[in-house]
């Protein structure tokens, strides 16, 4: 079921979100000072790509002054505004019935959009 629904996500703008997402890690990392958050980016990207049938968890390690540093830095570059998208696509996307599933995966997005520093996505 969840290959299913991976290609539906694909075919109704999944592919759309992902590139979006790869298109900007690429263009963050052109400095050193952005690897780090180019490589959230492209952690992102591959959730966007095939979100069904994936977890977030947290590091063991992700209370440390770094991750929580990163993350703040990640807030005011843009984290927000990704957030907020992924949020008013999901809100969008759970009106109808059929949309509900791909909603719940645009509010797992934002939730990982928001704070990237120190999550690991695991398969189910």
């Not at 629904?5 to 952005?34: D, H, K, P, Q, R």
């Amino acid at each position: 079921m969840g290959c299913l629904m991976n290609f539906l996500w694909l075919a109704f703008g999944g592919i759309f979100i992902a590139m979006e997402y790869f298109i900007a890690s690429l263009l963050m990392m052109l400095t050193i000072v952005g690897i780090p958050f180019g490589m959230q980016t492209m952690k992102l990207a591959g959730l966007a790509l095939w979100p069904f049938g994936r977890q977030i968890k947290s590091r063991p390690s992700a209370d440390g002054c770094l991750f929580l540093f990163m993350n703040i830095l990640w807030i005011f570059l843009g984290g927000i505004w990704i957030c907020v998208s992924h949020f008013a696509f999901g809100l969008f996307l759970c009106i109808t019935i059929i949309g509900i599933p791909f909603g719940m995966q645009h509010f797992k997005l934002a939730a990982l959009a928001l704070n990237p520093f120190g999550k690991d996505i695991v398969s189910d």
